[in-house]
């Protein structure tokens, strides 16, 4: 879609926004909602029952791989466990139960900091999730698999894990072959389930259909305790339209449910883009809750499903943690009507807006030639979410516009981590688990940029 | 008088500051003339009305030059001015010292005709005053900005940006120290020492203006020799014993008229009879102070793991880049050669100051010291900016178009293979290729030490320098490709 198509999709958006925001007032709720974690009423967190350990897991999860950071002694960036600590406080004393990391979250440091935190505590009083994160050939071979997972252990502080997960499989059954069928580390995971020191085993999953149902054919052998997938009002009917290599969430929810097998989501936000949301798409949820936030919705959402065990959400500050109280102490179920509104009239507003699908996992960082990819896309999506994008010219504020998105980009990546330094050898692209085509955004990211700057029509 | 002459002095240090410490690049256009007015630059770029136009306010007016146009002068005056407030009648009447002034005029323009301007231009006073604003004043300018545009990116307002502030060159930010402190030494005792003994521009407009029509005139019958003239002169031009004033040396303040308490003293064509005298003040600018200082790029660092296992998020470390040796150096387009812009260029920082890429910076090589010269190594020459030639005074290097630019190269691309990322590792490097703006860089195979590589091959032909493909090249320390100047700019 080139700019000027995407601008008048842009008008036509908000008409239609405007009519809908008509309609939708009488539904307004007229309840007063507190804000603040004072308002939170404690021992109300939703619980959901995973009948196959009978854990009874709180509805909100917490991700733990976008803990805060601060500028260390040396310069350099590193956990700020003070914070952490008190957010795991927090999230414990109001009946967030689940913990979700992995070795390879914050650089290598998320299992150490999280246990650190949560070993202040009496470790029956929480589940603790980690996965097989065996990315790099050099993990793969059988022992160093296992000392990854013995690593785990140890930098979580604790004899036993209650959920297991292999990796993010999806990409191919060949790599999900070589990473833990050939290494025989599925086998080895699962005597460690026999022994106990596992409590659930599943997987977490991004990618393509053919090997979700190779993967559901499995079950019958491995038996998977639960599975993770990436869910949310967006994804449901629109994943595979925006990406065909992804699939729809409701698809992936209703084979798992066909089998009984207990739902984790991730994604519930897709990295903010659900909480991040256009004006125009805001005022539709406004219209409906005027006091809770975008975020709320998306979380209720995913809730509001009855197979969902937990939602995870990576809490990075108090305020998202209370954000999130807010919507689960306890869960107040969406109706039918609500859920379709999000799934259909919200979504495709969203649609509307050609973002770029980046949900800021940072999982194809480090960019080996220095590019801060996140950050790039985090300027260009703000920029359209936020009408900021000149689409000519001739548009009457193209030289402010212009202005705010050349000064922006260079505020928010360095000049030397920027677009144009993409030299397209595409490591990145395997690590992507929303299958984003990097460098030929980065490269359509760059010619924009060009653009502007030399003043050409764009 | 004296009140008009401040208040024009102002106006001319302020603005001349102002468009050497403006990264914006908006000054320019209102200001621009005033480096143009500049009597060194106009003689250089043969900018014959300028020269005309100075020379006869010099024969009607007298050295009025010295003390409202030239930011050097206005800038000791501001100094002494600091003296004076420490001790009042503090200068004292002394010969005119002319084998000194004639000698190092001579030598100014032996120098300059020898084509060592770099030399030569180390006296000279606009580019004195532009070293020293461009290397002490504008890093301090940048630095408050940028505090102000942490400040607005709080506020999310995008009035005001970051800028890098980065030393460009130590030899000039070291003359710049040494300029000052010299020139604050001999101000603050001797007033206009370095006016009336050093600089060629002063000597060449003493000797105009020994027959200009207005002088300072002095009335003997109403002198009674007190001498409070002489003392009050920063230019040591009055012999209040003799009652006579050395117009050679009188650069127009005005300020012995105030001072002379029989009103002796007065500045008018027909001749009263004679004696001046002196006294400073001025309003503005702010002190100096010396400072060192080196960019340095904080780039944040990937945390050691034990494991040798891929984790998630942090930033690549980038190693900064280093300038290659090249054999030719390379100037910018609308230097027409480097011949053209080492005749005409007198050093003065002005293109530095403005370019906003951080291309030019002032050469080390002592012949031609601070005169501009191109490197990659935070930008490259970007086919939008014409930002030098519009701002330079002397011609040395002329005002170009966009569409010109384009087509005038300023040399060529080079690489070297064994550096190139697309021959030493499998990721399929060809930037270069796609971000070169003339087209002039293909991807094709060649035999490089008995193996075919994919890699890039440059079109001599249609490149113009520009540098794109060396500040892009990922290859690190030393870019796999670089630019070669050309010594005289042909077209594509």
Redesign the interface.
């Known amino acids: 879609m080139d700019r000027r198509e995407f601008i008048k999709k842009l008008g036509l958006g908000s008409a239609a926004v405007g009519t809908a925001a008509v309609v939708g007032c009488k539904g307004g709720s007229q309840e007063e909602v507190g804000h603040s974690l004072q308002d939170v009423p404690k021992g109300q967190m939703t619980l959901r029952e995973n009948h196959n350990s009978g854990d009874k897991v709180s509805i909100l999860g917490y991700g733990c ?1 976008r803990w805060p950071t601060k500028k260390g002694k040396d ?4 956990m700020d466990q003070e914070q952490i600590n008190r957010l795991i406080d927090t999230a414990l004393e109001y009946g967030v139960n689940y913990f979700d990391t992995s ?7 998320s299992e150490r900091a999280t246990g650190i935190a949560l070993s202040r505590h009496p470790r029956e009083s929480y589940y603790i999730a980690t996965k097989m ?4 050939p ?2 793969q071979s059988k022992e ?1 698999s296992i ?2 997972y013995k ?1 785990s252990l140890k930098e979580l502080q604790t004899d036993y894990l209650d959920y297991m997960l292999l990796h993010s499989v999806g990409g191919s059954m060949e790599d999900y072959q070589q990473r833990f069928v050939d290494n025989g580390i599925l086998d080895y995971l699962m005597e460690e389930r026999k022994a106990g020191r596992i409590r659930n085993l599943g997987f977490s999953f991004h990618g393509q259909q053919s090997v979700f149902d190779a993967m559901m054919e499995l079950h019958d052998t491995v038996h998977w305790d639960f599975v993770q997938i990436q869910m949310n009002y967006l994804d449901w009917f629109h994943a595979n339209e925006m990406n065909s290599f992804n699939v729809d969430a409701s698809y992936l929810y209703d084979e798992l449910t066909k089998r009984d097998i207990p739902v984790v989501i991730m994604e519930p936000l897709l990295g903010g883009r659900l909480s991040k949301v256009n004006g125009s798409v805001l005022r539709m949820l406004k219209a409906k809750e005027p006091d809770r936030t975008a975020a709320s919705w998306a979380f209720r959402y995913c809730g509001s499903y009855p197979n969902v065990l937990t939602a995870l959400s990576g809490m990075t500050y108090m305020e998202h943690l209370v954000d999130n109280l807010h919507s689960f102490c306890p869960l107040k179920p969406l109706t039918d009507e609500e859920r379709s509104y999000l799934e259909d009239d919200v979504a495709n507003e969203i649609l509307k807006y050609p973002t770029i699908p980046c949900t800021a ?3 194809c ?6 590019l ?1 990819i996140p950050g790039i896309f985090a300027h260009y999506n703000k920029c359209i979410n936020e009408g900021l994008m000149p689409s000519s010219t001739q548009d009457p504020d193209y030289q402010k516009l212009r ?2 998105f050349l ?2 980009y ?2 928010s990546v360095p ?3 920027q677009a ?8 990145c692209l395997e ?1 992507c688990p929303q299958k984003i085509e990097i460098p030929n955004e980065m ?1 359509k990211i760059d010619e924009y940029v060009e653009k502007l ?3 050409l029509e764009l | 008088m004296k009140k008009v002459r401040i208040i024009l002095a102002t106006v001319f240090l302020i603005g001349i500051t102002w468009l050497f410490l403006d990264f914006t690049g908006t000054a320019h256009t209102w200001l621009g003339w005033m480096a143009k007015l500049q009597f060194l630059p106009a003689v250089l770029a043969l900018n014959v009305g300028v020269i005309i136009g100075l020379v006869t306010i010099t024969l009607v007016l007298g050295r009025l030059y010295c003390s409202v146009i030239c930011p050097l002068g206005i800038l000791q005056d501001v100094f002494a001015w600091f003296g004076k407030k420490a001790k009042k009648n503090r200068y004292t009447y002394s010969k005119a010292k002319n084998w000194l002034r004639y000698g190092m005029l001579a030598l100014f323009v032996a120098l300059m005709v020898l084509g060592l301007a770099g030399v030569a231009t180390l006296i000279a006073p606009y580019s004195a005053f532009g070293r020293i604003a461009e290397s002490l004043l504008q890093p301090l300018w940048m630095w408050g900005n940028n505090v102000l ?1 942490m400040l607005a ?1 709080r506020a999310d307002s ?1 009035a005001f ?2 800028v890098d502030v980065w030393m460009k060159s130590l030899p000039v930010l070291v003359i710049a120290v040494v300029t000052v402190v010299v020139l604050f030494v001999l101000a603050w005792r001797g007033g206009r020492t370095y006016c009336n003994t050093i600089c060629p521009v002063g000597t060449v407009l003493g000797f105009v203006s020994r027959f200009s029509l207005l002088k300072i005139r002095v009335d003997e019958q109403k002198c009674i020799k007190c001498g409070l003239c002489t003392k009050n002169c920063k230019a040591s031009c009055i012999d209040y014993k003799n009652m006579k004033v050395d117009y050679s040396r009188c650069v127009d303040c005005f300020d012995c008229i105030g001072k002379c308490k029989k009103g002796a003293l007065s500045y008018g064509v027909n001749s009263v009879n004679r004696a001046t005298k002196p006294n400073d003040a001025n309003g503005v600018d702010e002190s100096r102070r010396e400072l060192l200082t080196t960019t340095a790029v ?1 780039l ?4 050691l ?1 034990a ?12 190693e900064d880049k280093q300038v290659p040796k090249r054999g030719t150096k390379v100037v910018p387009p609308g230097a027409l050669s480097i011949k053209n812009l080492e005749d005409h260029c007198t050093g003065c920082q002005l293109c530095v100051s403005k370019c906003p890429n951080d291309v030019l910076r002032p050469s080390t090589d002592l012949m031609h010291l601070m005169q501009p010269e191109m490197s990659f190594e ?2 490259y020459c ?3 900016c014409t930002a030098c030639g519009d701002v330079c005074p002397t011609g040395a290097i002329r005002p170009i178009s966009k569409e010109e630019k384009t087509a005038i190269k300023i040399g060529h691309a080079v690489l070297v293979r064994k550096n190139c ?1 697309a021959v030493t ?1 499998d ?5 270069c290729a ?2 070169c703006p003339a087209g002039a860089i293909m991807m094709t195979t060649v035999e490089y030490e008995g193996k075919s590589v994919y890699a890039p091959v440059v079109d001599e032909e249609k490149c113009i320098g520009c540098g794109t493909c060396e500040h ?1 090249c ?1 290859a690190r320390p030393f870019a796999a490709i670089y630019v070669e100047g050309h010594e005289v700019h042909g077209e594509v």
């Open positions: 791989m310069g350099n960036e590193e070795p390879v979250y914050c650089q290598g440091q994160s065996n990315f790099s050099d993990t160093a000392a990854m690593n996992c940072q999982y960082m480090p960019c080996p030639y220095g801060d202005k705010a000064v922006g260079d505020r000049k030397l981590r144009n330094h993409c030299i397209e050898c595409c490591r690590h490269h700057k030399q003043g | 545009a990116e995008y940006y970051s904080a944040g660092a990937v945390a793991e494991q040798a296992k891929k984790v998630d998020g942090g930033l690549a470390v980038i935070r930008g970007r086919p939008e990322v590792t990721d399929g490097c060809g930037l796609t971000k892009l990922p």
